[in-house]
C-alpha cells in the first residue's frame, strides 16, 4: 500500500488503535472483484472470504457496499457462505445492493428490497431506440430490478460512445424522474435519493461506530468517500482507500492510501487485521 501523505500514514496508525469500534465498508467491483467485461462473470476474489472472516474478528462490522444487486453480489463468490461464516462467530457482515436500497446481513438472513422505482419500466423501454441515435445499439444493457445499466465497454470505442451517451441519459433519465450514476465506462439509472454515502451514516448511527474506514474505486464511491471525510472533521478515526487503476482517478486526491486493485486491497486488509490484533495481544 502508498500513503498519499504522512497525516495518511497517522490516520491508519490511529484507525488500528480504534479498530475494535471500526467498521470497514468495501465497494464490490474493482475493489473486491476484479472489472470484467461481462458484469455477471465478475467473482469476488478467490481469497477474499478468508481474509473478511480474519478481519471481521478484529473490527465492529464489515460492510459490502455493491452498485450491483444485493443477492447477485451475495452469489458472485460465495459471499453469503462468507457472511454466515462470519455471523456465526457471533460477528455481523452487512450487504447492501443498487448503492444502498437493498440489505442483507449475517443476523437478518435475507435480503430487504424496496419497489422499483416509478418512471424506471418506461425509461428502459425507451433506452434501445435512444442507443440506436447514437450508434450504440450493441451496448450490453444490465437490467437490475430497481436501475439499468449501459455498459459501453465492449463496444469499439468505448470512452468515445460513453462520452456521447452520458448526456443523452442524463436528460432522459430527468424526464423519468430519475438520476445518473457514472462509472467505469458504465452508465446506471436509478432513483435519487440513495446513494453510498447515505450507508456510510446509517452504519455510524445503527452500530454507533467509534471508526470507519472506505474502500473504494470508482465515482460511485465519492460520496461515501465525503461521509467519511465529515466524519474524519468530526474527530473519528477514519481511513479513505482507493483501489487505483487507469480508467478512473476521481478518488485519488480524496485518499489517504492507495492500493493496486483486489490484489492491493485484499493486502492491505491483511495488514489491517494483522495490526489490530497485534494491539490487542
Not at 35 to 40: A, F, L, Q, S, Y
Not at 144 to 171: I, N, W
Amino acid at each position: 500500500m502508498e500513503f498519499t501523505s504522512e497525516e495518511g500514514e497517522q490516520r491508519y496508525a490511529v484507525l488500528v488503535r480504534a479498530a475494535a469500534e471500526a467498521v470497514v465498508g468495501l465497494d464490490f467491483d474493482g475493489t473486491l472483484a476484479p472489472i470484467v467485461e461481462d458484469p455477471e462473470a465478475a467473482h469476488i476474489h478467490p481469497e477474499a472470504g478468508g481474509v473478511l472472516e480474519a478481519l471481521a474478528a478484529q473490527v465492529l462490522a464489515v460492510a459490502v457496499v455493491a452498485g450491483r444487486p444485493a443477492r447477485q453480489a451475495l452469489d458472485l463468490g460465495g459471499l453469503e457462505q462468507v457472511g454466515n461464516a462470519i455471523g456465526d462467530a457471533g460477528k455481523e457482515l452487512y450487504l447492501f445492493g443498487q448503492y444502498g436500497n437493498e440489505r442483507w446481513s449475517s443476523t437478518n438472513r435475507r435480503v430487504i428490497s424496496p419497489m422499483p422505482p416509478h418512471g424506471l419500466a418506461s425509461f428502459t423501454a425507451d433506452l434501445p431506440r435512444l442507443l440506436r441515435r447514437y450508434g450504440a445499439e450493441k451496448a450490453h444493457i444490465e437490467e437490475k430490478g430497481l436501475a439499468v445499466a449501459v455498459h459501453t465497454r465492449r463496444l469499439p470505442d468505448p470512452a468515445s460512445t460513453y462520452d456521447s451517451l452520458l448526456p443523452a441519459l442524463r436528460e432522459q433519465a430527468a424526464r423519468h424522474d430519475l438520476v445518473v450514476e457514472p462509472g467505469k465506462q458504465v452508465i446506471e439509472i436509478r432513483s435519487p435519493g440513495v446513494h453510498k454515502g447515505i450507508v456510510v451514516e446509517t452504519l455510524v448511527e445503527e452500530l454507533q461506530a467509534g471508526g470507519f474506514v472506505f474502500v473504494g474505486d470508482d465515482l460511485g464511491d465519492v460520496e461515501a468517500f465525503e461521509a467519511v471525510a465529515a466524519l474524519a472533521k468530526s474527530g473519528m478515526p477514519t481511513l479513505l482507500v482507493c483501489s487505483a487503476s487507469d480508467e478512473e482517478s476521481a478518488l485519488v486526491a480524496r485518499s489517504d492510501v492507495l492500493v493496486n486493485g483486489p490484489e492491493g486491497v485484499l493486502a492491505l486488509l491483511r495488514q489491517l487485521t494483522a495490526d489490530a490484533a497485534a494491539l490487542r495481544a
